[in-house]
T-cell receptor
């Protein structure tokens, strides 16, 4: 069965700290895509990254980086030198050949000044 | 501006009321979705429309009735809801349904409270 687990319900850090958000997934397909979305207080989910199952190369975009490990079925997201504006709920999602984008429960990140 | 607009942003309704949520996208996408977001739960996919045809209904109670008159508009008609239906209802669109790599674009949601 397709499943996405974000074990961290809430994380609180102080500005400039690094923080890693965990995502573990389950799927029987060999072809799938993983996503991260950010949901700021305004409500809409904002797309951050997409990664296909055949590309395990880690990616860095500014202060954001993603670590995809197929061996552990994980797709973790790290924010370096966090800022108050990073405060949001972050969702990990999986899309496989069932064509159903399945989301995790989300991790609420609070960055304090 | 995400390209997906939802109205109203907030809605309070009684259990005997009938109301509708509206979603509009100007991204030229062919697939539109309704999701329900309850506190501390994963986003739940409710309905999927692809080229105006409903392709999925994930065991959603009949008190929720979707309508997709064209590829740009999606409605969710609400009737005799229960307090546990209170949630954030998110609309999303994507280029196509069935393309595993396509990311979805979301609206800001309608915060629904059933009293």
């Amino acid at each position: 069965a397709q499943k996405v687990t974000q074990a961290q319900t809430e994380i609180s850090v102080v500005e400039k700290e690094d923080v890693t958000l965990d995502c573990v997934y389950e799927t029987r397909d060999t072809t799938y895509y993983l996503f991260w979305y950010k949901q700021p207080p305004s409500g809409e989910l904002v797309f951050l990254i997409r990664r296909n199952s055949f590309d395990e190369q880690n990616e860095i975009s500014g202060r954001y980086s993603w670590n995809f490990q197929k061996s552990t079925s994980s797709f973790n997201f790290t924010i370096t030198a966090s800022q108050v504006v990073d405060s949001a709920v972050y969702f990990c999602a999986l899309s496989d050949l069932n064509n159903d984008m399945r989301f995790g429960a989300g991790t609420r990140l609070t960055v304090k000044p | 501006e995400t390209g997906v607009t939802q109205t109203p942003r907030h809605l309070v309704m009684g259990m005997t009321n009938k109301k509708s949520l509206k979603c509009e996208q100007h991204l030229g996408h062919n697939a539109m979705y309704w999701y329900k977001q309850s506190a501390k739960k994963p986003l739940e996919l409710m309905f999927v429309y692809n080229f105006k045809e409903q392709t999925e209904n994930n065991s959603v109670p009949s008190r929720f009735s979707p309508e997709c008159p064209n590829s740009s508009h999606l409605f969710l008609h609400l009737h005799t809801l229960q307090p546990e239906d209170s949630a954030l209802y998110l609309c999303a669109s994507s280029q196509d349904f069935g393309t595993v790599y396509t990311e979805a674009f979301f609206g800001q949601g309608t915060r629904l409270t059933v009293v």
